[in-house]
């Protein structure tokens, strides 16, 4: 068997990952690492304004 013939038999798995997969991504990471420190700072800033409670 030739060389050529081997190169067509191997298939190269690839994970499917489109532009809009991507872009979604990139976009929904940021946001929730943004929500979370925001539920973190209005806590601890809560907890700062009425240690009481």
Known sequence: MSKK????????????????LQLITGFL???????IIGVVSYQKSYEGTYPEL
Do not use: N
């Open 29 to 35: 990471v940021p946001i929730i690492f943004i929500i």
């Open 5 to 20: 013939r081997k190169l067509h038999q191997i298939k190269i798995v690839v994970p499917h990952s489109s532009i809009r």
